[in-house]
């Protein structure tokens, strides 16, 4: 049961038809099925800390935008990227398709250190790896028409396709649920879900082996979502996509993601697989998220009791020192303020950075039981 | 039976463009008692904003029909000086945006010291001493310092919260509450929900609460009103409605989002299709050209909002049995998923 109406006699014959799935056209050319479990992309202690504006006797200041992240993708697979604004998201995702420079650490891409790549050698890179942005209104030329902002990656990388560039974009078009005569519209023709299909569109023209989206859906209305949702797995499925996928809604990582990673003040501070971190998450800090999270129904619906949050998240200017979540959480002692705790593997896959976890199985002296 | 706090009667506001008139809001009617919330929900466009500003007397331009009456008052009728007098103590508004709403140049302390003296004639330092107040009773922290901050000069969530501050400083009595948790993280966004929720139980404040978020109308509400192209699609108890729901977009709705209490199924339901333009709104039912169960009376006849359960009222022809039998059977076991 997935499409709206489906499935029921007299009207639901008219739902059958209308709300199929968004896309049943051929996909152009498939790749070769990534192989699966291999490691596609590996970060270490990558980190990215931004000069910050400072008066004039005050002493420089540097912002912690992401502070030692370290985390691989593997071939075939959807990443998770989620957590609080400014924590550092999309900063990981602009130095990982090398749109700003690490401060530090390192970048492992197919197998090939790409940190420090010049200019030059960066351009098959570029191919291989693609960035779908928030806003859907901002990040297509008002100038360009449909055609010519799919079929630019074509042009800028010089690549002649079998038909021609055109019949190409408009396969592409096709692929993400837009129609072919679309080609010569402009960006201000459409609505913001369509937007973000043109978007995606242009991010599949060179057939990437890896596509960040950064909060793909934010900008778009509920039901758009869906449709967007839908087609990046749909897209997956078909073309054997790798996805790192950045947003702040818990539901909707939950929803596309195989694995979830939870960022705060430029670190991680909680990675595991799906299900492992939902059903049992052990950072204080994904607790607390999970638990502010609206859940919609009836007052009868089982709601986690909520955890209230004091405050804000702190400046990255001056994140606190040792565990950067010891202002805010419940649980912090003194070791809290002192040591930082490393991101520790408490669960198969499931890593951790807190001295003293919820839901940890087990004993350990660090570990204080479930609370 | 009474007349409720706040009823809005078959409201209607247009608004003459270039283009055309934009139909903003058709027909649209509904109650609030004190001690109550309504909350509103549809897509971008759907009117949400413009009901509420009609309400507020704040739309410029615009053609405005129907009755609105605020305890007593028919406010449609009343001049714009009457209703400007009926702003902040009777009713007040927190918009989606705090920085449009609040005033770059003056301290945060300054705005609500100007609020609160519109309707107390007290002096400055009592006034201030009631900011002071408003701003610790928000969870600002050392609200006596941070009185003199400029709006910049806060976070979002203490914005958010300082034009809550703003809006609650002379006890209103309807509280209008325009998708003001959308911009915030959601550990903030669940402090102000609590925010609200505590001073509506302190003061039986009526309540409006405008959203796109079912998550965080169910949080709130005891009424919601599901808006579509302008009109009321459905009105249910948040019980009937997540429950019982019984319009093809309010289903859409419900199955569109993911959600952390259930499995997550292999695909979300969709809606297909994009919300109309509001100045060729679809003949006949305004979602037909996206619903699959649309007919052709559908088509040509725009469905009439009846009353299907006490104070549950549906906009669809389906028949009643149809509509119930297509629920249970069809989309309510994919809504719930692994529930
Ligand atoms: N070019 C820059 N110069 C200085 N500071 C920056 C720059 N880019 C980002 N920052 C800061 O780095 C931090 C992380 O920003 P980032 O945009 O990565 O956060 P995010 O997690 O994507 O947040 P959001 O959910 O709001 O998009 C923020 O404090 C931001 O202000
Ligand atoms: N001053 C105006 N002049 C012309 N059209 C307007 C004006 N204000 C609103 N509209 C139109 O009225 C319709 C309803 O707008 P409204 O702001 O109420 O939507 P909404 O439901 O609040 O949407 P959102 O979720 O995006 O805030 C829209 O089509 C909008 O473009
Ligand atoms: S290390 Fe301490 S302060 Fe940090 S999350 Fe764990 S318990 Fe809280
Ligand atoms: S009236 Fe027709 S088009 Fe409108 S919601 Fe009902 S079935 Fe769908
Ligand atoms: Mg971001
Ligand atoms: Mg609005």
């Given amino acids: 049961m997935n499409s709206f109406g489906e499935g029921s006699p007299g009207r639901g014959q008219a739902g059958r038809d209308l709300v199929a799935r968004p896309m049943d056209v051929v996909p152009l050319e498939v790749p070769p099925e990534a192989p699966q479990g291999e490691t596609l992309l590996e970060v270490e202690a990558l980190t990215k800390h931004f000069p910050a504006h400072s008066g004039l006797f005050k002493p420089k200041q540097l912002v912690k935008a992401v502070d030692g992240v370290s985390f691989t993708v593997t071939a075939g697979e959807t990443l998770g990227l989620v957590g609080e604004s400014g924590c550092g998201k999309t900063t990981t995702g602009r130095l990982l398709v090398r749109l700003i420079e690490p401060t530090s650490g390192r970048i492992v891409f197919d197998g090939r250190d790409i940190t420090h790549l010049r200019p030059g050698q960066m351009r098959p890179l570029r191919r291989d790896i693609q960035m779908i942005f928030q806003d859907p209104y901002s990040s297509l030329n008002p100038r360009h028409t449909v055609g010519a902002i799919v079929g630019a990656p074509f042009r800028i990388q010089k690549i002649s396709t079998e038909g021609g560039v055109k019949k190409s974009v408009q396969e592409l078009l096709e692929l993400v649920g837009l129609s072919p005569e679309h080609y010569n519209r402009y960006p201000h023709e459409f609505s913001g879900g369509q937007r973000q299909r043109i978007g995606i569109a242009r991010t599949l023209a060179l057939k990437p082996k890896l596509i960040i989206a950064d909060e793909p859906v934010s900008a778009l209305d509920v039901s758009i979502q869906a449709q967007v949702i839908n087609l990046l797995e749909d897209l997956q499925d078909t073309l054997g996509l790798t996805y790192l996928v950045i947003a702040h809604d818990l539901s909707v990582v939950r929803h596309i993601s195989d694995r979830v990673a939870v960022m705060y003040l430029g670190k991680i501070a909680e990675l595991g697989p799906r299900k492992s971190l939902y059903e049992t998450p052990m950072h204080p800090y994904t607790v607390a998220l999970m638990s502010a999270v609206p859940i919609p129904g009836p007052a009868s619906t089982k709601r986690p009791k909520r955890i209230r949050l004091e405050g804000d998240v702190p400046s990255p200017l001056d994140p606190p020192p040792a565990c950067p979540f010891h202002t805010r959480c419940w649980k912090a002692q003194d070791v809290c303020r002192q040591i930082e705790p490393p991101l520790r593997e408490l669960r198969p896959g499931h890593r951790v950075a807190c001295h003293f976890p919820e839901n940890a199985p087990g004993d350990g002296a660090a570990v204080a039981g479930t609370g | ?339």
């Fill in chain 2, 1 to 339: 039976m009474t007349a409720p706090f706040l009823q809005v009667k078959d409201l209607q506001v247009s608004f003459p463009t270039d283009d055309g008139l934009v139909r903003s809001v058709n027909d649209v009617s509904f109650g609030v008692a004190r001690g109550e919330t309504l909350g509103i929900v549809g897509e971008s466009g759907s009117g949400k904003s413009v009901t509420s500003l009609a309400i507020m007397g704040l739309l410029k331009g615009a053609k405005r029909s129907g009755e609105i009456w605020l305890d007593g008052i028919s406010l449609l009728d009343a001049s714009s000086e009457e209703v400007r007098k009926l702003r902040g103590r009777k009713m007040a508004m927190i918009f989606q945006d705090p920085l449009s709403a609040m005033h770059p140049f003056y301290s945060v302390g300054q705005q609500i010291i100007e609020a609160y003296r519109i309707h107390h004639r007290v002096t400055k330092a009592v006034a201030r001493k009631h900011a002071i107040d408003m701003l610790n009773r928000v969870g600002i922290p050392r609200p006596d310092k941070r009185v003199d901050d400029y709006p910049h000069q806060f976070s979002g969530g203490m914005r958010q919260r300082a034009m809550i501050a703003m809006a609650l400083s002379c006890d209103p009595e309807l509280l209008i509450a325009d998708e003001p948790t959308t911009a915030l993280d959601v550990t903030v966004q669940a402090q102000i929900l609590d925010l609200i929720r505590d001073l509506q139980r302190d003061f039986n404040t009526a309540v409006i609460l405008i959203t796109h978020d079912l998550g965080v109308v169910s949080e709130l509400s005891d009424n919601i009103l599901v808006m579509y192209a302008g009109r009321a699609a459905e009105y249910a108890s948040a019980e009937d409605l997540f429950t019982a729901p019984e319009h093809p977009y309010t289903w859409g709705l419900l199955g569109s989002m993911p959600r952390l209490d259930a499995e997550p199924t292999d695909r979300l339901l969709q809606i297909k299709g994009t919300p109309p333009s509001m100045i060729n709104v679809p003949a006949g039912c305004a979602f037909h050209p996206r619903c699959p169960y649309a007919d052709l009376a559908s088509r040509t006849l725009v469905p009439p909002l009846t009353e299907v359960a006490p104070g549950h009222r549906v906009a669809c022809h389906i028949p009643v049995e149809e509509r119930r039998r297509i629920w249970q059977h069809d989309i309510r076991p994919a809504v719930e998923g692994g529930r």
